[in-house]
């Protein structure tokens, strides 16, 4: 079995900084592209940032210049550093990873951590 188990969340005033790690664990043989997504009280779950196996990263439009997304293969961890907080990041923050075992691969999803930006 695989697992996703992220860290980091909390309340924060805008402005403010925090930083989401995220560590697969389990029956790994390779990952593929990681990521983050939000879901906001009554709204849809949207792509916040991914980063490929070779490094290359997308932003959403909303965190561009004020989030960075990174990973170190080898803790097979990826990594949300978010500056510059606005109450509008406020949601639950999911890891998503594709992830290939020795006889399948598919996407796995974290279990959340929350984000609440406010003063």
């Known amino acids: 079995q695989v697992q996703l188990v992220e860290s980091g969340g909390g309340l924060v005033q805008p402005g403010g900084s925090l930083r989401l790690s995220c560590t697969a664990s389990g029956s790994i043989a390779s990952i593929y592209a990681m990521g983050w997504y939000r879901q906001a009280p009554g709204k849809q779950r949207e792509l916040v940032a991914t980063?490929?196996?070779?490094?290359?990263?997308n932003y959403a439009d909303s965190v561009k210049g004020r989030f960075t997304i990174s990973r170190d293969t080898a803790k097979n961890t990826v990594i949300l550093q978010m500056n510059s907080l606005k109450p509008e990041d406020t949601a639950d923050y999911y890891c998503n990873a594709d992830i290939a075992q020795f006889t399948r691969r598919a996407d796995y999803w974290g279990q959340g951590t929350q984000v609440t930006v406010s003063s």
């Open positions: 980063i490929t196996g070779g490094g290359s990263t």
